[in-house]
């Protein structure tokens, strides 16, 4: 059936602006999917309002980001220094002013709510009643899924959050999942509805991040021009694994030494999650491993910048132990950089292994050494890689994905209009996750 889309969607991001710079601290791809669809929706003539936590008092409460796009800054809790983990206790402020927001409007101001990540989710469950509209929601990481493949001493994410996810899920009219894999985590392990899921694959800015000169780059970037170039790019956390990168290019760089193309490892971002307990770990461990002078660390970069980076690098790793989809992965190979990734959730659909990259199964050390060595050690297949990553990169641009988006849009619009005030079916599955957790503390 179709039926039109919303005119004026609110789209809901508590716990990061899309208007920070990626890279570091909470903010990373959802930062990137919130701007990039926002962007491409209003193009389209959606009307597009973004509510996300002021985290500065000079955030301004209401900012034109773009052509109709407004950034609502919206003030609950403390400006600076409030944990992630803390968010929880300020969702009652937050909601507050949203629904303030839309009072101060007239009645049927917005037409759809987009939550993004659970904590979002939990505003738009309550403003979806109190306003009658649909309420699309996108998970972007989900507990239970990060918890099964934990890193060596990571923090597990707590049963509340499961909980907390359950019940959005629960609640939300539809579902976006970013791949096949999401969709099915979201199934078997919260009881989500298929019928009620749309896969919507998220994209690259295709314009931006373009093949170009890697010498030029190099130059740019103050890099050594004659060396092989291995980069990571993201959010320095235990679950993003830049450590199996370092331990993995350790012999790589020895034995390179003194050599024509010595081995260097490139690390951009900066420390995240749990990360944020040990922010000088990776700095520790490359000397450890005795190559702290071969490995450069560089700050947040923005995109126009992060594009030189990729064009720079011989090779992309994404060793991630979870990851919903890897925009780092696309973005790359939209730069004609071949990618090395974990093949776990989103990165198995985000490189085509043989071809613009290489999947490894784990992570132990000595196949990603091997994997790596292998790459960097045929220069005709790294060619053909390259070649080959763009092309694949192009499968994947933010049009199709506010193309998806509208669709889905559309979906929850006309089955809401269909039945009239009527609840989503509860699964029973937040109430057993409740139980569950209530047993577990009575032990
Ligand atoms: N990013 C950036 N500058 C940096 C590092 C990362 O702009 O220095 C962006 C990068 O372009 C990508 C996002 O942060 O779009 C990371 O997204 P990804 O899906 O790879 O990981 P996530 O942060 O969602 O875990």
Redesign the pocket.
Known sequence: MSFRGPRRVALVSVHTSPLAQ??TGDA???N?YVWQTAQRLARRGVEVEIFTRATSSSDAPIVEAAPGVTVRNVVAGPFEGLDKRDLPTQLCAFTASVLRAEAQQRPGYYDLIHSHYWLSGQVGWLARDRWGVPLVHTAHTLAAVKNASLAAGDTAEPMLRVIGEQQVVDEADRLVANTATEAHELVSMYHADPARIDIVTPGADLDCYTPGSMEQARAELGLPSEATLLTF???IQPLKAPDVLLRAAAPLIERSRGGDRPVRVLI??GPSGSGLETPSALVDLATQLGISDEVIFLS????AK?AQVYRASDVVAVPSYSES????AI?AQACGTPVIAADVGGLSVAVSSGRSGVLVNGHAIGDWTNALEKMIGSPDELAAMRRHARAHAENFSWEHTADALQESYSRAMASFAAAPGARVSPTGAARRASRRWRRRHRA
């Open positions: 990626p890279g990373g791809g959802m990137v790019v993201g959010r951009v971002g947040p970069q923005p995109s992060l989809f890897g925009l780092v973005e």
